[in-house]
């Protein structure tokens, strides 16, 4: 029966609504006011580039002179010195390896890698 009676007291309180408490007494500020919830940010874009998709006289004759000097040629490295797009710089590459002017050190699928075209 102890047992009994102490269950009732327990599991008769649960239905019960709880007292509330007195409010407590402000505090005093001190300083700052109410802050505003922070807002997520819009996340950073990308500046987007113009790049060329066929070469004018000056692009192409930069592409002819300058490339050749490069220590390393890549697709990435002529679309971003020359503002081309990346299949332009591809047969870029095409006619210089076929003019001579360099040559490969490795091709991958993804990306291949020259250089300048030397005595040896």
């Known amino acids: 029966m102890q047992g009994e009676s ?10 019960t609504k709880r007292e509330e408490k007195p409010p407590k007494a402000e505090k005093v500020s001190s300083g700052g006011g109410k802050q505003k919830k922070k807002k997520w940010s819009k ?4 500046e987007k580039v113009n790049n060329l998709v ?3 006289k000056a692009t192409y ?3 002819l002179t ?3 000097k490069y220590k390393m040629i890549t697709p990435s ?9 990346g299949s332009l710089a591809r047969k870029a ?25 030397t005595n040896t």
Do not use: C
């Open 66 to 68: 300058e490339v050749p």
């Open 54 to 56: 066929l070469f004018d």
């Open 93 to 117: 590459i095409h006619t210089l390896m076929a003019k001579g002017l360099i040559r490969a050190i490795s091709k991958h699928s993804t990306q291949s890698i020259y250089t300048r075209a």
């Open 61 to 63: 004759d930069k592409m």
């Open 6 to 15: 102490s269950r009732s007291d327990v599991w008769g309180k649960l239905g």
């Open 77 to 85: 490295i002529l679309s971003d010195r020359l503002r081309i797009n």
């Open 43 to 46: 996340g950073k874009m990308k």
